[in-house]
């Protein structure tokens, strides 16, 4: 809503060198956040998971929240729930800092591990494809 906080990076050009990962700004979803857990160095966040787009998430990999990359350091999907970690640094440079337990964040997932999940899934569902890789 007017007024509100956002996490805004300049977008990058073909000559740029990636130090990260690819975030197209596009939302898959919104999670909750359900527990912030502070220590002296970082800020561990559980985070709500869709059932929708949770087969896309793993252990190690990344989602993007509130348009920020983040690696996904726990999850479990039958709980529903992942987690990232967050340096003074993050907090410093996003939005985070300002969001507390029970705000929602956006969330995308990644569309390269999307496009990837799914066409294992049609060619595993393929009886053809099936009788090949017996």
């Known amino acids: ?10 977008s990058a050009t073909f000559a740029d060198e990636i130090g990260g990962h690819r975030v197209s700004g596009h939302v898959s979803g919104l999670a909750e956040v359900l527990e912030v857990r502070r220590s002296e160095n970082n800020q561990v966040w559980r985070l ?3 059932a929708a787009w949770s087969r896309f998430l793993f252990l190690k990999g990344f989602v993007a929240l509130d348009g920020a990359s983040l690696t996904i350091s726990a999850l479990d999907r039958g709980a529903g729930w992942l987690e990232v970690s967050l340096i003074p640094e993050t907090l410093a440079r996003t939005t985070f800092g300002f969001r507390a337990v029970g705000d ?3 969330v ?12 294992v899934e049609r060619v595993l569902a393929d009886p ?3 009788q090949r890789l017996a």
């Open 1 to 10: 809503g007017l007024g509100d906080r956002v996490n805004v990076e300049r």
């Open 48 to 50: 709500s998971m869709d």
């Open 104 to 106: 929602a964040v956006n």
């Open 108 to 119: 995308e997932v990644d569309a390269e591990t999307v496009a990837v999940v799914e066409t």
């Open 128 to 130: 053809e494809w099936r």
